[in-house]
């Protein structure tokens, strides 16, 4: 065969194997094969030309990636980060965008409320509360809440708090997602009441930006843990192509999944609200300029890994992981 021949008859699999987009340990396995016979074809034919050199530096990116993987596949901690929990995502999506939904609804119906009653916020956050923050407004600290515990004591309340909220959403879903709704109903009608409360004192812009300081992860884990409790209720009502029990299993095991992942988020979230948030606690606009840089990359970084992670990296990641090989990996094993 002339080199010519040989180079138009594999260019288009030798192009495929360099966009590296394969994750399937066995396709891999299969290119590393076939470019190793590419090789030895090609040293032998062609021993002095350029084709050897381009072939044999694919075939060693292919072993570098099945070593890796191998690696990887030995550390579960890795693995459940970069597939088992962002494919749990990305396979229920639509879940995933239904809770955000349904969340922000509330958020919105618990703002208009706040404006249609005027005790609407008194009955949701408490009277203590509202006068709390409205003395703290009057005073220049309208987020000085953050700052009336120390940040220990401020931490343990916090994640306490957020882990016990995030348990209920989950647990709650058994009941076919109910319990799960109901709890992300209160919840979001809370948040809206909350923001509403700033908003009515001119403060919209800087509550938005000092609560999502830490609010941004806080609240993408309440909506996880809501997509949780539906997958975990819905899955034995809508088996679709599965029994029940083969239903329900896969619900289980991609609900825990998604509320283990949850975690490290609320967590994270809580080191935030209790050491970080207090700086803005005179409001984004008030603040020196180092200290508004400051919050600003917490802020702008928070909203990157939000959205590439759970909404990017997850939908990305499902497009090689076929939800036929993701049913057989949580179903069948």
């Keep these: ?61 292919v072993y570098k990636k099945i070593f890796l ?13 970069i597939k088992d929990f962002p494919a749990a995502i990305g396979h229920n999506r639509k879940v995933l965008w239904i809770a955000t939904a349904i969340f922000f609804t509330f958020c919105i119906l618990g703002y208009i409320c706040s404006f249609i009653d005027t005790d609407f916020i008194e009955g949701i956050l408490g009277k203590d509360y509202v006068r ?15 700052d009336s515990k120390s940040p220990l004591e401020m931490f343990l309340s916090i994640f306490s708090n957020n882990l016990r909220v995030g348990l209920i959403l989950f647990i709650s879903g058994i009941c076919l997602g ?17 923001l509403s409360l700033f908003i009515q004192n001119n403060l919209g812009t800087d509550a938005i930006f000092v609560i999502m300081l830490h609010g941004t992860f806080e609240l993408m884990g309440l909506i996880l843990e809501c ?16 029994t029940r029990k083969q239903a329900f299993r896969k619900g289980l095991s991609e609900s825990a999944k ?7 988020f609320t967590t994270i979230a809580a080191l ?6 207090y700086l803005g606690k005179q409001g984004f606009q008030n603040n020196n300029i180092l200290i508004m840089l400051f919050l600003s990359l917490i802020f702008i970084g928070s909203w990157l890994v939000v959205i590439w992670y759970f909404f990017i990296y997850s939908k990305k990641l499902t497009e090689n992981y076929t939800y036929e090989k993701y049913l057989e990996d949580i179903v069948h094993k």
């Design 258 to 264: 998604i509320y283990i992942g949850t975690i490290p």
């Design 69 to 81: 993987q191998q690696k990887q596949d030995k550390n579960p901690f890795y693995h459940f980060w």
């Design 1 to 61: 065969m002339r080199e010519s021949n040989f180079i138009d008859k594999n260019n288009k699999r030798w192009e495929e194997i360099e966009n590296d987009l394969k994750t399937d340990p066995d396709e891999i396995s299969s290119d590393f094969i076939d470019l190793m016979n590419d090789l030895s074809y090609a040293q032998t034919h062609y021993p002095h030309s350029k084709i050897n050199e381009y072939v044999n530096s694919l075939s060693s990116r």
């Design 178 to 194: 109910i319990g799960s709704f109901y709890f992300t109903f209160s919840n979001g009608v809370m948040v809206g009441a909350f």
């Design 272 to 277: 935030i609200e209790s050491y970080v948030t």
């Design 227 to 242: 997509m949780a409790g539906f997958i975990l209720g819905l899955s034995f009502l809508f088996p679709g192509t599965l």
């Design 132 to 146: 709390m923050t409205e003395e703290n407004i009057k005073n220049g600290e309208p987020f000085g809440v953050y």
